[in-house]
């Protein structure tokens, strides 16, 4: 007998050997009382599929929707869902699960001719008759080899590339009634397991509609984002140009000796979009009817704002312009005057952290050309202190803000929006690692903030990873909602970045103990690099974005 302790409720039983998830869970269901549907589980700190059979004493976390992992198990199973049923209304077929978008997926369907709203009905019925069937999902495990054949005849080679290159031995993949996919985590036991979704026409694709994270009982609400799906489209555009869509691409590039050509066109391409908008602010600065006064720079945390920022100022100044960067953490509020979380704890991303009225009273003064005494915080005593720091704009100089209230509208709301021009920064990855199989964008920047967060000794990967879920939600309540105001959206993302990252994150990521929560988050991401062939860091050039998180900068940071 086992002994099986379950973390939800702290109760430990015994169960035989080879029991599986769903028959611990029937055996706790009445000690649990979960608000929501278990749609999978942690063992021991590790993700798994509700079907995993046990055959050693085991800590078990049942999970329903909300949380990441299981948020991810739902997505990941109805995805599956939409594919068999898009194959088996249109035979031949092929669908790409390309971002996250509007509070869903984007997808792009290719079956000949254009998608229309009655193709996408089509998809949905057939999608609400797999699920009321309630067709099981069957893990089955190969050998590679054998897995790679498989997907060969059916001329899957976005899943061959990705498994030919992967370094596994033994590979896992899916039946669906008699469709077969390739998963890199686990799914639900069943489609009747997805009841709640939605599918619709969006733009010339798809959108899957999922479950509201913090109320997995409804589809969550969708947010018209056509700046970011025009952002998305630009950077497929170029990874097609580039032969690269997954990471089987990616792989296959660095084998044939090309990593070094794809940073410096990753990189080319973007100087070249900072050239665009640095002469699109020349333009308006010199505009003699609505001048340009004020620069503002927002983006979600390791999007790379601050090299971004600083690569603008080189080519502004390339315009002929003086940018003079202008921070609003010397606006802070005293601490004893900063708002507080529900917990007691400081809560340092709220808006009423900044002192905006004194912000906005120096910006306007300044931009007329006054002289203003601006205030230096103290991060020591949690005071702002004035120093006799003087500033007065020169005739060339343009004002840059960057921080993740600068596009807030209550920040500037006294300044008219003809002198504003708002940039949003994020790194928006394009690469999947299949057709199936997207990278989330949180994944990229929370490795990026893991690696500068260790280098600088500043929090091990256990800490960062434990803020995590602090930070996004941060993002979502001051940063998000007003990213499609921005006038121009800039993608900090390179192709090869994965490649790069492996090399630094791998070492740190294996540091996070077995014994703690965070392990799981640790071990998902170590699992996921690894798809990537490791590149070294050494072409990357010092004015990188990247250099902001892997070091090696020639800029300097406060």
């Excluded at 006799?388 to 921080?403: A, Q, S, T």
Aim: aromatic fraction near 10%.
């Amino acid at each position: 007998m086992l002994q099986i302790r379950c973390k939800n409720v702290n109760i430990t039983r015994s169960f035989p050997e080879g029991t599986s998830l769903i028959d611990v869970y029937k055996d706790f269901e009445a000690e649990l009382k979960m608000p929501y549907p278990v749609v999978s589980a942690k063992v021991n700190n590790t993700s798994e599929g509700l079907k995993f059979r046990l055959f050693q004493n085991r800590d078990v976390e049942f999970l329903d929707a909300r949380e990441g992992s299981g948020h991810r198990v739902y997505v990941r199973s109805l995805c599956f869902v939409l594919y068999k049923a898009t194959i088996d209304i249109f035979p031949g077929s092929k669908l790409f699960i390309e971002h996250p978008l509007s509070g869903g997926y984007y997808c792009n369907l290719r079956k000949g001719q254009a998608v229309t709203a009655d193709d996408v009905e089509k998809i949905k019925l057939r999608m609400q008759e797999i699920i009321a069937l309630d067709m099981p999902f069957r893990r089955m495990e190969a050998t590679t080899e054998e897995a790679i054949r498989i997907f060969r005849d059916r001329r899957f080679s976005d899943k061959v590339k990705l498994l030919e290159t992967s370094g596994q031995l033994y590979s896992d993949y899916y039946i669906l009634g008699d469709t077969v996919d390739y998963y890199y985590g686990p799914l639900v036991p069943s489609a009747g397991y997805l009841t709640v979704f939605d599918l619709e026409k969006y733009s010339d694709g798809l959108l899957l509609r999922v479950p509201d994270k913090h109320n997995p009982t409804v589809v969550a609400a969708k947010n018209d984002m056509p700046r970011t799906f025009e952002m998305f489209a630009e950077k497929v555009h170029w990874d097609v140009i580039m032969h690269l869509s997954n990471a089987g691409d990616v792989n296959k590039a660095i084998l044939e000796g090309n990593a070094s050509e794809l940073i410096q066109v990753s990189e080319a391409l973007q100087e070249k979009k900072i050239v665009k908008i640095a002469e699109e602010i020349d333009r308006r600065f010199r505009d003699k009817k609505k001048p340009l006064k004020l620069v503002l720079i927002t983006g979600p945390s390791s999007s790379g704002k601050t090299t971004f920022c600083k690569r603008l100022s080189v080519q502004l100044l390339a315009c002929g312009l003086r940018p003079v960067s202008f921070s609003t953490d010397d606006y802070f509020v005293n601490r004893a005057d900063t708002p507080k979380l529900p917990n007691g704890q400081y809560d340092f991303d709220n808006l009423k952290t900044v002192d905006s009225d004194l912000l906005e009273n120096h910006l306007n003064r300044l931009m007329k050309g006054e002289t203003v005494e601006v205030p230096e915080y103290n991060f020591t005593s949690g005071k702002r202190e004035y120093k006799g720091k003087r500033l007065k704009l020169r005739d060339d100089c343009v004002l840059i803000i960057e921080g993740i209230h600068a596009l807030n509208p209550m920040l500037t709301s006294k300044i008219s929006d003809d002198k504003k021009f708002k940039i949003y920064i994020s790194a928006l990855t394009s690469i999947s690692l299949d057709d199936h199989n997207w990278i989330p964008t949180q994944d990229n920047r929370l490795l990026r903030r893991i690696i500068r967060d260790y280098n600088k000794g500043a929090f091990t990967a256990q800490e960062t990873i434990r803020q995590w879920k602090n930070v996004c939600e941060a993002e979502e309540k001051w940063i998000f909602p007003f990213q499609e105001t921005a006038d121009v959206m800039f993608n900090s993302a390179l192709n090869i970045e994965f490649a790069v990252l492996r090399t630094h994150a791998e070492i740190i990521l294996t540091s996070v103990p077995r014994n703690c929560s965070e392990y799981a988050e640790a071990h998902r991401l170590l699992k996921f690099i690894h798809y990537f062939i490791p590149v070294s860091d050494k072409e990357i050039p010092p004015t990188s974005i990247m250099r902001e998180f892997v070091g090696g900068s020639s800029f300097k940071y406060r």
